[in-house]
């Protein structure tokens, strides 16, 4: 048999497996759009079992941050998994733990840390933390201020915090809870936001004393616009969740470890959260596993409570393999110059994304750290878009109006240039 069958037979079964058996994201089974076969990958570069080579403008959903197969986090993972692949954290400690859980406190300026399965489980955390240090000080607060245009993940209390219209919310609302929406601060990272602020300041005088927490994405609003807005509401964020022991939670899921350009987006506005969540870049894109970490404050609160402990424990809590990759990927960022590279791709961005904004069926133009977006007219082109990138080369998966890319801070700059190159290419050839 030539090898080419061969090869079309093994592609043929394993696809036509995946389309029998196996839920993709967001999508129906079988998946309603083609799927791509992934082969492997490397460094930027993902390769396809039909031979072909994608420069990768996604880091796999912001998380790769040092790229694919990096030697060094390929070998934490193996020298772990000889020693410890998994223990249970109930009544067990480890190495691993202490040690990730003491470089994040250190990084974030915070102090107790949760360590979990994914984002949105952090969310889940947080939300009951919040609730939980309410309850110790003897308050009620069982409702959550969160903004318009927000998205915290997929599970139920996480959906809830999401912003109403543009979310989840429309087939699953008759089951979430109820929580107050504040008006989104205004788009752009200079743009004057006294507006949204002064409808931040009405609703924390109104319901302030039903609200255990304030979440918000600090600076950028990610999956529910790509939405980068000024420092001053985040201060502002602050001042009023402390006037009125509102816990502020700042989920830096996406925008943490140096997506904006600083290693947290709270650092743009020079303020510490009660809470904050991390997921996608903390084990760079290896492994599920995400942390809520909490202030000294909140930590003692609950502990010092009648009830005393913080209730959730997951089965994978603290999994040593997850934490020894994610150990060695903030070795890396200490040791390397990721700021410098993140600077250079803000910089290719902002001068390489510019000339999007001269096409008709563009709206918008924006761009923070290693974020690049381009918001269309219309949310009818995202399918057109990412095929049109594909057959150049280039892995873009764009959302509604949202054509974005976030790449690895260890991209060539050529690759780059590409991503973009493609990106703007792709809205040229959009048939209407
Ligand atoms: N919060 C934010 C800001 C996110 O961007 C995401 C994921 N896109 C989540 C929470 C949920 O994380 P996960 O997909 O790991 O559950």
Known sequence: MNIYKLILGYLLSWLDIDKKHVWHPYNSLPSKSSLLAVKSTNKTSIFLENGEELIDGMSSWWSAIHGYNHPRLNKALKSQVEIMPHIMFGGLAHEKAAVLSEKLAKL????????CDSGSVSVEVALKTAIQYQEAKGLKKYKFIALEHAYHGDTLAAMSVCDPDNSMHSIYGSYLPKHIFTKAPELGFETDCSESIKELEKTFEKYHKECAG??????????????????????????????????????????????TGKMFACEWANIKPDIMTLGKGLTGGYMTMAAMITSKNVSDTISNSELGILMHGPTFMANPLAC????????????????????????????ELLSAKELE????????GAIGVIELTDASYAQQVQDYCVQKGVWIRPFGKLIYSIVAYTIKEEDL????????????????
């Open 108 to 115: 974030t300026g915070l102090n107790s840390v949760f360590l």
């Open 214 to 259: 304030f979440i918000l994405e600090p600076i950028v609003q990610g999956a529910g616009g790509m939405r980068i807005y000024n420092p001053n509401f985040l201060k502002k964020a602050r001042e009023l969740c402390s006037k009125y022991d509102v816990l502020l939670i700042a989920d830096e899921i996406a925008t943490g470890f140096g997506h």
């Open 324 to 351: 020894s990759v994610a150990i060695e990927s903030l070795n890396l960022l200490e040791e390397t110059s990721w700021k410098k590279n993140v600077l250079n791709i803000e910089k290719i961005f902002k001068e």
């Open 361 to 368: 069926l563009v709206k918008d133009v924006r761009s923070i």
């Open 417 to 432: 240039k590409i991503i973009v190159k493609t990106m703007i290419e792709s809205i040229k050839a959009i048939k209407k």
